[in-house]
């Protein structure tokens, strides 16, 4: 009988096993008996969760009398999948204080549990728990352990576990470097791609893609070609993953022209690889090309709420109406316009198109507000100088348990400088460090500088700007020398300019500021010595440019 069974439950397994064949199974064998027989519980459990009754594969663990560690595992990974991690915690605590050892799946599964609930106590307390339990050399924990410090940005802590092994496999490696290029340590990740090699072992395209995933700046595009020449050589180019990971590569570099040439070598590309695509165009500036992209793409893939997000954010930039309005239908159609990701593109998208009153439609309609939305009104207002309307906006969040970040006290600075009120920016900027614990950026001070200097508080504004050191961003520089430049005040400015020019790389833009100043006093002298000298350094200044879209 029990022989039957078992040979049962296995053919069963390899059939798409629906809620009614699990329940109906169930029954089978509480009417024979034997389902508090561990194995067979283990089975069902399995079933119930691969078909997301949770409610059913606890209820069927708790009546099992002798809960083996297979049995364990199976609840203790339906809750962790199902994000139920609280419940998982406690089932691994109370599986801590039975009888059954946990081995290490139980601990991968687990610390796995901790990577994605952020928490590093509970990490530091299971990594203890697998020395304690004498797995501290297991490859299968170390692999979790690595992988889960990583996800936490504690790379080091990773590499203190990967050291600490003796039994490195690629499964090991591959999660090292993916560790690195997770957290953007590409020199490191290159450097154990390296030593790798060294000892024998062969990378394989997971090790490829952990890799990749770490050269995310322009600069390290030459570095980025010797690693899709390695691929070339070694045969990985006709592995979809890698290719995927390559478009996203060059994408980040951009690199357009060779994101698209290995784009089109994929004959299925799949979301990720048109996201990454998509988003590299819009990231270089090429919001139209990312638009056409789209449409080619909504023939065969549905997007998600992150790709939706940054086609709002182009066409946001393009500043074109329509573009905007077709992808807001486009996610009414699709059931995306609910999402608060893509409410929030779209409050951004209709602010800076002109139409402030529909992206304040969109966010009173919104089923469920996060900060990034209430961001995005703040942000939206002070665009048009509504500062009381911002500061409305700020209290609602704050009274809402919500908890304002850096983008938030951006935006109320913005505003506050937009519309002139330098007593309530005061305020703003003090609080901000005071009772929410955020430190100014350049961001901040950019706007605030600005703020002060433009109300003719200019030496203040220079005692801001000087008590910053020596790195002090161009960007701030360049609020003080506006602010000089609103009240015609040249020989502050130019006392500015001389220091900037000993201090920034990059002049070219002062430069320019400190010749139109000249320009205004008509010391025209001056202004041909200063662009006689841009003329030789080969520095050009972008005209702009206007257009209205009918």
Known sequence: MFVHFKSLVFELSKLNQTLTRTKSFHALLIKTCIFHDPFYSTKIIRFYASNDDLTSARHLFDETPNRTVYLWNSTIRAHAQTHCFHDAFTLFNQMLASETNPDHFTFACISRACADTHDLK??????????????????VCGSALVSAYSKLGLVGDARMVFDGLNDRDLVLYNTMIAGYGSCGNWE??????????????????????GLLSGFTQSNLLE?????????????????????SMLVSMYSRCSCMISAYKVFNSLSHPDLVTWSALISGFSQSR???KALILFKKMSCFRKPDSILMATLLAATAQMAVLASGVEIHGYAIR???????????????????????????KVFDQMPKRNMVSYNSVIASLGLYGLAHEAFNVFREAVERDLKPDESTFCGLLSACSHGGFVNEGRDIFTRMDADFGIKPKTEHYVHFVKLIGMAGELEEAYNIVWSLGDDVDSGVWGALLSCYDAHNDSRLAEVVARRVFDKQRDRSAYKVMVSNFHAGNGRWDDVKKLRDDLDYVGNKKVCGISWIGI
Request: with cysteine; charged share 15%.
């Open 286 to 288: 090429e919001y139209r």
């Open 334 to 360: 699709h059931n995306l316009d609910s999402d608060t990701m893509v409410s929030s593109a779209l409050i951004d998208m209709y602010a800076k198109c002109g139409f402030l009153e529909f992206a304040l």
């Open 122 to 139: 509970s990490l530091r307390f299971v990594h203890a728990v697998v020395i304690v339990s004498g797995l501290g050399m297991d490859s």
């Open 223 to 243: 570095i980025g070609q010797g690693v899709h020449g390695y691929c070339l050589k070694n045969g990985f180019d006709s592995n979809a993953h890698i290719n």
């Open 188 to 209: 490191k990740g290159l450097h154990l791609f390296n030593a790798m090699r060294r000892m024998g072992n062969q990378p394989d395209g997971y090790t490829v893609v």
